[in-house]
């Protein structure tokens, strides 16, 4: 269900929706741009650092190389030797040995307006946990990467001062327009089997992106640009009619859907802006998109050859009650082609911590909750039927896991059913992979439907975690065709009375639980329900006359028969 756009090429928003958290060197003239980083994104029971996507929290200072007297590189795991020195200041040092929370303390103790730290290691910031000392600590922290800070540091020590902007852009620059990750329209998955692509009729792209001018000045005449490329051939290459967009507005803009007659391989869809005159942060003009038809299904990218799901962040809730489950939500007119084998998974404690003694489980729910969509008032995660589990030992001698694990039986999924495959643990310390490179806001705006549901004990969530990052979860799946199942019985399911004109008894021999559909001569399921009891009552009253098959899978197979309505 589409809930907005369709019939009109841009609409307009004036939010907090896109708000852009950035690191931006201002000067000196050589470092001047934009650097990745993370930042302590304040929870209850966690940090309780500033909102940086609030414009009123953004800082703008000079770095200062916060120093405690030791040999190490500004570490920051004692009180700093020159509070003066740090007053009014951002403070920059280095990841290691203590907590961030620790760090963050002595610096804001010191008088630092905010926090810079320095990764330790190669590579994209890390995930900054609040430590025993994060409800204390109030002003921004935020990390960028070993070379950048590197790169800092060495122009400050020839004597040149580091201005940098940190938090929310909006306002700040006169000439700003720009993606965010919220604003992108993806395919509805980044990872599909291919067995679910083989017409343009059953799959196709739909291609949109808002895009928001975070600047002073009002802007006119911008052109969106979208170029899809199968394994480096442009298959697609749309640009939109120029659109103008006030300050502080965003505009959604609508291109052409792509199609194809077939699907297979690697694809990336590019989004980019052609801005007429001058825009002061252009590092925020071009959206990728890599997503992949082939034999998984999969919320995000997935790596190269080892088909893992890419995964940049560790998850858990800030305050775990329990079980902590998170999954990914599947549904497809034609599921009944394939059959799931299995799950990747990246799960990770904090060091020194290990995976030791733990236990991870990998499930199959058939989510039953009959529901159009997000908006429906019918909507809810209470009616699900667990299909499939398995475990999963860590070896005790690491404490992070990137892992494929398979079901004992591959299962097989039914046309237009809603699934849940998930990742779950009861280990309180127990971090699940994740990404927060992307956000399906526009996705689960447009398509309106569930995306990544999580539970923690006896709550499910739907909105995600603060930041919306996506389950680094990727589920391996087969032509159903080419699957043998095991067969419950020598002899098929028995039904009293049979023929029958509508009312059925079908006796499973104690094979439960499970779940048992009724399909017509042309495949068609008219009936599917949950049993739980050995006597099962099937009404098919209404349905045409003729000969039904019914088959019961449970965890242990499947067994199958027939009936006949009079």
């Known amino acids: 269900m589409r809930t907005i756009l369709s019939s009109a090429l841009t609409l307009f928003m004036t939010t907090l929706l896109q708000a852009q958290v950035t690191v931006d060197v201002l000067a000196p003239p050589g470092l001047i741009g934009s650097y990745a980083h993370t930042w302590a994104e304040p929870q209850v029971g966690s940090w309780n650092t500033p909102d940086m996507q609030d414009p009123a929290h953004r800082v703008i200072g000079t770095l200062v190389l916060a120093s405690d007297g030791s040999e190490a590189d500004s570490l920051v795991c004692v009180p700093v030797i020159d509070p003066s020195a740090l007053a009014g200041k951002v403070a920059l040092l280095y990841r290691g040995t203590c907590d961030y929370s620790l760090k963050a303390k002595f610096c804001q103790d010191a008088g630092a307006i905010a926090v810079l730290i320095i990764n330790n290691v190669n590579g994209i910031p890390s995930d900054m946990g609040a430590g025993s000392l994060g409800e204390q600590v109030n002003i921004p922290v935020f990390q960028c990467t070993k070379a950048d800070g590197e790169l800092f540091r060495s122009t400050m020590e020839v004597g040149s001062e580091v201005t940098v902007l940190m938090g929310n852009k909006n306002g700040y620059y006169m000439d700003d327009v720009g993606f965010h990750r919220t604003g992108i329209l993806m395919p509805r998955s980044l990872a599909y089997p291919e067995l679910l692509t083989t017409t343009s009729d059953e799959y196709h792209v739909e ?186 030992f860590p070896d005790a001698d690491t404490n992070a896991i990137s892992v494929y694990v398979p079901f004992e039986e591959p299962i097989l999924l039914q046309d237009d059913l809603r699934y849940l495959f998930c990742v779950t643990t009861l280990d309180n310390d127990m971090f699940f992979g994740y990404n927060e490179d992307l956000h399906y806001a526009t996705n689960e705006q447009v398509y309106d439907q569930p995306i990544s549901p999580s539970r923690n004990g006896e709550t499910w969530f739907i909105g995600g975690f603060v930041g919306g990052p996506v389950p680094a979860i990727s589920v391996r799946m087969a032509d159903a065709t080419m699957i043998g199942i095991t067969e419950l019985e020598a002899q098929p399911l028995r039904s009293y009375p049979n023929p029958s004109t509508g009312i059925f008894q079908i006796s499973l021999n104690g094979h439960l639980p499970g779940w048992i559909t009724v399909s017509d001569v042309t495949g068609r399921v008219v009936r599917t329900m949950q049993v739980t009891s050995d006597i099962v009552t099937m009404d098919l009253r209404g349905e045409a006359r003729g000969v039904y098959a019914i088959t019961l899978r449970s965890a242990a197979g499947q067994a199958s028969g027939r009936i006949i309505l009079e």
């Open 207 to 392: 291609v949109a992106a808002w895009v928001h001018n975070y600047g002073q000045n009002n802007r006119k005449d911008l052109l969106l640009r979208a170029v899809i490329e199968q394994d480096g051939v442009v298959l697609y290459d749309e640009v939109s009619p120029s659109a103008s967009i006030g300050s502080g507005d965003s505009a959604f803009i609508v291109l052409p859907d792509f199609f194809q007659n077939g699907y297979s391989g690697n694809y990336q869809l590019e989004y980019s802006l052609s801005i007429p005159g001058n825009d002061q942060h252009m590092a925020d003009n071009a959206f990728l998109v890599p997503f992949h038809i082939g034999d998984h299904f999969s919320l995000v990218p997935l790596a190269s050859g080892t088909q893992e799901p890419a995964t940049t962040i560790g998850i858990q809730p800030a305050t775990p009650n329990g079980e902590y489950e998170s999954c990914v939500h599947f549904r497809d007119p034609n599921a009944s082609r394939i059959a799931v084998e299995g799950v990747h998974l990246h799960a990770l404690k904090n060091a020194p911590a290990t995976l030791e003694g733990t236990v991870l489980s990998v499930r199959v729910h058939q989510w039953l909750d009959e529901f159009t969509g997000l908006s429906d008032p019918n909507f809810n995660v209470s009616q699900l039927f667990q299909m499939a589990n398995a475990e999963y």
